[in-house]
């Protein structure tokens, strides 16, 4: 594998130059060092549910069963339900964390206080609390009640969040599939019961309940987690930054945010801010702060923090012998990082009490003194910055205008500029008249299998020519942010003539000065509830079901198993879900053709793998072409 096969981020191949040339092993050394990857485990035919294993199941010939006589399908389905389920874990684990500081900051236990509101009051309305002559803090406290009691004994009653908040016809499909799901903790505990030895192989049965765990990730995980972090942080406003490694500042002392979770990250936000002084009294500048993944996805948007890369440019970031300090929280953060910081001066802080790396310093983070530990880490950083070795910085000089912050709100507030009393509309009237043809989600990751950020920048160009609008979240975001495509440039260079034009007419009237970015950033990978929320808004509005829209979603460079937990809901809501490469189920053809043929007459998506950025465009050109001609548009 050759450098230029590693990435087509220019900041990135710079990195990967100088880590060879420093003798620090990275990501793609150790994929190197993996070939050839398993055929049993590529195929998902490799069972280890029991100490009589692993099996392993040929699909060419023999053994066609596990020795308890579980067979391919079986074992495939299972393996996809545990990882869906995986998945779809961290979310709700995520979001109980947020109900839970909402909670404490209602009770006026943390340094968290209610920045929405109005967001607040909706929300609870939604789940039919009266919040009629109750202030913040009393409602707050009732609303993480009501969320609460969803994750206790159900009774065998639906998960309430999600009544509250998925459109009624797609709980009518899923009532009729048999898979709406009742509390999280409990679907989640059931999914690893029955994918264990000697439980479940009928393969149908396995994959209901994967598209059932595909609903809890999104209505107790990323929807949840995305509401109540907005109540308590605030809900993202466009907000203009850059994007890419050049955001490091060689005179400044560089703190780098990385994960999932904004608790942390936001504090280390305001005291980077507030020990400006120390900072210079150290010798620095001052502080930059720069953000890695979702957790620099989720400050991006609030606070217009610079993201310095996406997931596999974590390594990266230490190799420019400019990052002081590396915080990290949970998800998606390689356990090498102490390794190549020790060939710098970069320290590594873990904070999370199920996130903890050898080799990396561990600062426990907790709400109540949320201050004191983000003080703590920022002065670490200051202090690192002291012990640089000038001789290894090398920051590439890499970065693009990129602007993030598009909430929902944000995008209806910025339409209602052209119709205030039905914001919608012009949106609605630009797609029916073809001048935008449909919309996409592009999100997920990236991973060591692709050439880094080259089939999303692909699709994502190819897909704006032909008029489509394109919201994006997680690491997809990050490399359209690198790439120069969120930015008013990009909607002259890269959206074709009909989605442009509007572009520059909602810019304008919004005062933008210019075109909105033909690229809409909305946020972390939590954030795609907000992608399900603009959907379901648009639906609404014209009367029809999410799977008849003209949208779809896509992860091409998808790696974690979240993304196949968001994918799964994705194709729960009806989207056809493009991803560039299949999960590991080839080795079940049944399981395969459910994946990606007959879910589609049963919720109305499904999944559809394509490597190739230009053919896979072409494909959801065609669907969205024909959602269109359905709609008589
Ligand atoms: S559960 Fe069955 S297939 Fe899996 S390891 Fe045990 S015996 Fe083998
Ligand atoms: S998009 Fe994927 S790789 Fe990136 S932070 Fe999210 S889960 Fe991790």
């Given at each position: ?12 191949l710079k990195m990967?130059?100088?880590?060879y ?27 280890r ?5 692993p ?31 995986g998945?779809?874990?961290t979310?709700?684990?995520?979001a109980?964390?947020?109900v839970?500081?909402l ?11 209610i ?5 607040l009051?909706?929300i609870?309305?939604q ?21 609460f ?5 159900s009774g065998g ?13 797609r709980?009518?499909?899923w009532?009729?599939l ?6 999280p903790?409990?679907?989640?505990r ?29 209505y107790?995980g990323?929807?949840?987690?995305t ?5 308590v ?12 490694l050049?955001v ?5 002392v ?6 999932h979770?904004?608790f942390?990250?936001?504090k ?5 801010r ?10 620095a500048?001052g502080i930059?702060l720069?953000g890695?993944?979702c ?8 606070q217009?923090?610079a993201?310095?890369g996406?997931?596999l ?7 420019s ?9 949970v ?5 090498s990082?102490?390794q190549v ?26 709400p ?20 640089r ?6 920051i590439?000089?890499?970065?693009s205008?990129?602007?993030?912050g ?14 205030a ?15 935008i ?8 990751c990236?991973?060591t ?6 089939v ?25 942010g690198?790439?120069g ?17 509007v572009?520059?007419?909602v ?7 210019g075109?909105?970015?033909p690229?809409l ?5 939590v ?5 399900g ?5 648009l ?23 979240k993304?196949?937990?968001?994918g ?5 809501l009806?989207?056809?879900t ?8 080839l080795?079940?053809?049944l ?6 043929e007959?879910?589609?007459s ?9 490597p ?13 072409k024909?959602k ?6």
């Amino acid at each position: 594998m050759n450098n230029r096969e590693k990435s087509i981020d220019p900041a990135s191949l710079k990195m990967i130059a100088k880590a060879y040339s420093e003798n620090v092993e990275i990501c793609w050394d150790r994929y190197e060092a993996q070939q050839p990857q398993c055929g049993f485990g590529e195929l998902g035919t490799c069972c280890r549910n029991c100490l009589q294993g692993p099996c392993r199941i040929n699909p060419f010939g023999e053994p066609k069963t596990g020795i308890c006589g579980a067979s391919a399908d079986t074992i495939v389905a299972r393996n996809l339900l545990r990882s869906v389920t995986g998945g779809a874990a961290t979310h709700v684990d995520h979001a109980f964390e947020a109900v839970e500081i909402l909670q404490m900051a209602a009770e006026g236990s943390v340094p968290y206080d209610i920045k929405d509101e109005v967001k607040l009051y909706a929300i609870a309305a939604q789940l039919g609390i009266d919040g009629d002559g109750k202030d913040k803090y009393a409602l707050a406290k009732e609303l993480t009640q009501v969320i609460f009691a969803d994750f206790g004994p159900s009774g065998g009653e639906t998960m309430k969040y999600l009544l509250a908040m998925a459109p009624a016809e797609r709980v009518e499909a899923w009532r009729s599939l048999g898979i709406l799901p009742k509390s999280p903790d409990q679907e989640i505990r059931r999914s690893l019961h029955e994918s264990t030895m000697g439980v479940d192989a009928d393969p149908v049965n396995l994959l209901l309940n994967t598209a059932k765990m595909g609903l809890v990730d999104c209505y107790s995980g990323l929807k949840l987690g995305t509401d109540i972090q907005d109540i308590v942080f605030g809900t993202p406003a466009p907000v203009k930054s850059e994007a890419n490694l050049g955001v490091l500042e060689r005179d400044k002392v560089n703190i780098v945010v990385h994960g999932h979770v904004p608790f942390l990250s936001e504090k280390i936000v305001e005291w980077a801010r507030r020990l400006e002084p120390e900072a210079i009294a150290a010798g620095a500048a001052g502080i930059q702060l720069a953000g890695l993944c979702c957790t620099g996805n989720e400050v991006l948007m609030r606070q217009g923090v610079a993201p310095a890369g996406n997931y596999l440019s974590q390594e990266l970031a230490l190799i420019s012998g400019a990052t002081d300090l590396i915080v990290v929280d949970v998800q998606c953060i390689m356990p090498s990082l102490p390794q190549v910081a020790s060939c710098y001066h970069t320290r590594v802080v873990t904070t999370h009490a199920i996130g903890k790396i050898p080799g990396a310093e561990h600062i426990p983070f907790e709400p109540e003194t949320a201050d004191e530990d983000a003080a703590r880490i920022v002065r670490m950083g200051i202090e690192a910055f002291a012990r640089r070795d000038k001789a290894k910085i090398d920051i590439p000089s890499d970065k693009s205008e990129i602007w993030g912050g598009f909430s929902v709100e944000a995008i209806v507030g910025a339409l209602a500029t052209l119709d205030a009393d039905n914001p919608l509309k012009p949106l609605v009237d630009n797609i029916a008249a073809g001048n935008i043809l449909g919309a996409v989600g592009i999100v997920g990751c990236n991973n060591t299998r692709f050439t880094q950020d080259k089939v999303i920048v692909g699709l994502a160009k190819e897909l704006l020519r032909q008029n489509v609008l394109l919201v994006v979240t997680g690491c997809a975001a990050h490399a359209l942010g690198k790439a120069g495509l969120m930015n008013p440039d990009g909607a002259k260079k890269y959206a074709g003539h009909g989605l442009s034009a509007v572009l520059t007419a909602v810019g304008e009237a919004a005062g933008l000065g210019g075109p909105l970015p033909p690229v809409l950033h909305m946020g972390s990978c939590v954030d795609n509830a907000r992608i399900g929320d603009l959907l379901a808004a648009l639906a609404d509005y014209l009367g029809v079901a999410i799977k008849d829209l003209p949208a779809a979603a896509s992860a091409p460079e998808l790696n974690h198993e979240k993304a196949l937990s968001i994918g799964t809901w994705a194709v729960d809501l009806g989207l056809l879900t493009h991803i560039g490469m299949a999960p590991n189920v080839l080795g079940s053809p049944l399981v395969t053709k459910v994946l990606t043929e007959d879910l589609e007459s049963l919720v109305g998506g499904k999944f559809y793998v394509e490597p190739d950025p230009v053919q896979a465009a072409e494909v959801i050109v065609s669907h969205i072409k024909a959602k269109r001609a359905a709609l008589g548009i």
